[in-house]
């Protein structure tokens, strides 16, 4: 997904318009219950604490509301970027190759130039440390991108990455662990038959456990100040 490719672009935007649109809907029905609770908890007998309260439940649904649709609207395009197109796959394969070009180019010579060439068991620290490399310069790709696409682009390919890096980095302790080293080839071939489905399964648990924290910790706050506005005297 280098400079995020139109086709992908395409694919994805829908599906997470949408996404931001569901949110937003669902942030201004919450938005509006909310109020109406922190007017009859802030008013005690007085129409201008309660609309204060009300006011501050509004402006907090609104903040919150807006960050939640818009980070759950990129979490959606990866998610429908990696199911429908593959995503996960394609960027795996190309920061296990990428990891071949980081690092000291007369090591890799000496190696035997490529990763693809060397079947060898690296060192954890030395494998983790190509894989941020690779990471940092597939990062450093999509920066060229300019305007809302390119935003939204950059968005997307920043998730993806982050997501392949944590669990590759995981694939790599376990092989460290048993092997005393990490083939990176076998973690790449093992990885990619299921890597699509667990960034998927990952993608939904994260957009649940970022509403939830959101939700709560905005309605938390709403009732707070109510709940002292009402003690203001």
């Known amino acids: 997904m280098s400079g995020a490719p139109v086709d992908v672009l395409v694919e994805v935007l829908g599906p997470a318009v949408k996404m931001i649109l569901r949110t937003t809907l669902g942030a201004f029905v919450l938005t509006v219950l909310v109020a109406a609770v922190c007017v009859l908890i802030a008013a005690d007998g007085s129409w201008f604490r309660g609309a204060l309260g009300a006011s501050v439940a509004v402006v907090l649904g609104v903040a919150v509301g807006g960050i939640l649709a818009i980070k759950r609207g990129i979490l959606e395009a990866v998610a429908v970027g990696v199911r429908r197109l593959g995503l996960g796959r394609r960027t795996l394969g190309a920061l296990i190759d990428r990891m071949a070009s980081v690092g000291d180019a007369e090591e890799w010579k000496e190696r035997g130039g490529s990763l693809v060439r060397s079947a060898e068991r690296l060192p954890l620290a030395e494998a983790a440390a190509r894989l941020r490399g690779a990471v940092e310069a597939r990062t450093g790709e999509s920066a060229t991108t300019s305007g809302a696409r390119g ?4 968005k997307v390919h920043s998730v993806l990455l982050d997501t392949i890096e944590t ?8 092989a460290d662990a048993q092997n005393g080293g990490v083939d990176v080839l076998r973690v790449r071939d093992e990885l990619s038959v299921q890597v699509d489905e667990l960034i998927v399964a990952a993608i939904r648990k994260a ?4 509403t939830a924290s959101f939700t709560l910790a905005a309605l938390a706050v709403a009732l707070f100040v109510a709940f002292c506005i009402r003690a203001v005297r």
């Open 151 to 154: 935003w939204l682009a950059r």
């Open 207 to 210: 957009m649940v456990k970022l």
């Open 167 to 174: 669990m590759t980095l995981a694939r790599f302790r376990e």
